[in-house]
């Protein structure tokens, strides 16, 4: 146990970091008190990543329920009765577990949780390319496409260009040439790496870069706008309103909350299951019970809604962590720097984090994942980046939904054209039926059985067959019944 503490204190480290900023932005985007996200990424660190059964997934305030809590926080009253459906939200979570609701996770293509990947690769490096020059008119963690004063995702990095802040650029730049150059010399090799990661070298150097650029000159200071900030934690704490409880609002927003939740969780599992080198299978059903607990503590304390953050699980993935106490470590950290070093955290410029993330997202999107999903075929990469592009121009769970429609279409296209094999040989046909033949093959197989000429023998063979559908059936049967017209004699195995 000890061994696995030790081996999961650098990823922790490099996944507090990244949640730093994310549970700030995403509780700023909800238009909740700062304190709320910080609880939110405390909670799903600690109470989900102990009960979980993922060992690479980390849990906490997620940008696709942004606009959820914007809307439900207006609609009803109040951020307080808000939290009390944050709190239904989790036991809703917990049913859906014991329902066994997670199997759903399983059914979800590869295409799609591939595409899904890439897809927040890319929007982590555009929407951080403006945070790297000091353009920080959008809060850190947005997802979306459309982003506040009627900029999008293209708009606001084509503006950024255009607005550099010089002390923040210089140190984004400086930042993210640290980080290539570490991973080009291995830094990863040595054993100070383990105490003092790449990101945390960077964070401490970037820092000091831009304190040093403020005493050169006042022009090139760090201002508190391009730097963390931290809310005072004894401040703003909220609780619940049980007095809402009758109130039929609270409850329709608890339950779209733990349905969205749990879909972007399953969806989050999955690409964790896929990053993990060990390839281990996350218990799915114990994941939306974890997360359960956690939104119902969430709620609890004053936190935002929580699920599986993919960026937060990659960069986890990527520092090599095999054991879900760096979740739980992350969590640890989180709490106790907010309390106790708040004022230093608060001089950690935004653009060391942006480099942060900008190498994360590459590393989700590097020309070798797109390789090979185009090695593969059309039928992989089609769907692949139709869900790419559908994420990228509209929201997460939107894209998902528009991939998964695209991925269910090849597949079926592909079992219509594999679930029955033709063959002739010498005027003798032989229609071989693979496992499950579904009536999405009637009309193909309808035009093969009339091109069979006179007199010919046509052998049906069930034998590897495990399902045949009714439709199917019957189309063999009617084929049966006028065949004698043709003198085809007709044959099965079974």
């Known amino acids: 146990m000890f061994d696995q503490i030790r081996q999961s204190i650098a990823p922790s480290i490099v996944v507090f970091l990244v949640a730093l900023p994310l549970c700030l932005g995403i509780a700023l985007g909800s238009g909740a008190p700062l304190i709320s996200g910080i609880i939110a990424g405390v909670v799903g660190g600690i109470v989900v990543g102990a009960i979980s059964g993922s060992h690479l997934s980390v849990s906490g305030p997620a940008a696709g329920l942004i606009a959820i809590v914007i809307v439900a926080i207006t609609d009803l009253g109040g951020f307080d009765t808000f939290l009390l459906a944050v709190f239904l939200a989790g036991l809703f979570q917990v049913a859906f577990g014991f329902m066994r609701l997670g199997i759903i996770g399983h059914y979800i293509p590869n295409t799609v949780i591939k595409g899904m990947m890439a897809a927040i690769g890319l929007i982590l490096i555009l929407k951080q390319i403006p945070h790297l020059v000091g353009y920080d008119v959008d809060f850190m963690g947005d997802e979306g496409f459309w982003q506040r004063a009627n900029e999008n995702t293209f708009s606001a990095v ?29 830094y990863a090799r040595f054993g100070i790496s383990k105490f003092l990661p790449a990101p945390l070298l960077v964070v401490i ?18 201002l508190a706008e391009h730097s963390v900030q931290l809310p005072n934690w004894k401040e703003g704490l909220t ?50 019970i974890a997360q359960g607990v956690g939104n119902s503590v969430s709620g609890l304390i004053g936190g935002l809604p929580i699920t599986s953050v993919i960026v937060r699980t990659s960069a986890n993935a990527q520092m090599g962590a095999k054991h879900k106490s760096s979740a739980i470590l992350h969590g640890i950290i989180l709490a106790v720097a907010v309390i106790a070093i708040t004022p230093i955290l608060n001089r950690i410029p935004l653009a060391v984090l ?17 390789r090979t999903i185009v090695a593969k075929g059309y039928t992989q990469w089609v769907p692949f980046a139709i869900t790419v592009v559908a994420i990228l121009l509209t929201d997460l769970l939107k894209g998902i939904a528009l991939g998964l429609v695209v991925s269910l279409i090849f597949i079926a296209i592909t079992d219509f054209k594999t679930n029955i094999a033709y063959d002739e040989k010498d005027g003798a ?13 009637k009309g193909l197989l309808k035009e093969r059985l009339e091109r069979i000429p ?17 439709d199917i059936e019957e189309v063999i049967e009617d ?16």
């Not at 049980?242 to 349905?259: E, H, Y």
């Not at 942060?356 to 999107?365: D, S």
């Open 158 to 186: 084509q503006h950024a260009l255009g607005a550099f802040t010089f002390g923040p650029t210089i140190v984004g730049f400086f930042s993210l040439l640290v980080l290539i150059a570490t991973q080009a010399l291995g």
């Open 479 to 494: 084929f049966k019944k006028h065949s004698a017209y043709k003198k085809i004699t007709v044959r099965e195995i079974r």
């Open 454 to 470: 006179e007199g010919a023998t046509l052998t049906l063979d069930f034998g590897q067959c495990e399902f045949l559908d009714a």
């Open 239 to 288: 609780s619940p309103n049980f007095s809402a409880f009758g109130n039929l609002d609270v409850w329709v927003v608890a339950l779209t909350i733990a349905v969205i939740a749990s879909i972007e969780t399953l969806l989050c599992i999955e690409a964790a299951d896929k990053m993990d080198p060990l390839k281990r299978v996350t218990p799915t059903n114990r994941e939306l």
């Open 429 to 441: 046909f032989t229609f071989s039926f693979r496992r499950v033949v579904t009536y999405l093959s």
């Open 205 to 222: 150097a970037g820092t000091a870069l831009g304190y040093g650029l403020g005493q050169i000159t006042p022009e090139w200071a760090i």
């Open 354 to 370: 942006a480099a942060i993330l900008i190498m994360t997202g590459y590393k989700l999107v590097s020309p070798t994942v797109i």
